[in-house]
């Protein structure tokens, strides 16, 4: 999935659940997407981090969390 996909995603995910936090967004699209998209977003995250072990769930959700403050920070 490209970043700009991965936004996309998390828009539509936000607008289902308005009252969510950004990392519970994060964390509800990461469930939904499932476990192959799991994997691939950790795999991400831990390359970027430069990191070779990390819990899977957390790992995904903080990629998907990097890409979306990026797209936001890049906004300002």
């Known amino acids: 999935?490209?970043?700009?996909e991965?936004?996309?995603a998390f828009a539509l995910t936000r607008l289902d659940h308005p009252g969510l936090?950004?990392?519970e967004?994060?964390?509800l699209l990461v469930?939904?997407?499932g476990p192959e998209s799991m994997v691939d977003f950790?795999?991400?995250n831990l390359a970027d981090r430069g990191e070779l072990r990390g819990t899977l769930f957390d790992t995904a959700v903080e990629r998907v969390m990097r890409v979306v403050l990026a797209l936001?920070?890049?906004a300002d």
């Open 21 to 23: 936090d950004l990392d």
């Open 72 to 74: 936001r920070d890049a």
């Open 31 to 33: 469930r939904r997407l």
């Open 25 to 27: 967004v994060a964390a």
């Open 42 to 44: 950790a795999a991400q």
């Open 6 to 8: 991965l936004i996309v």
């Open 1 to 4: 999935m490209s970043d700009e």
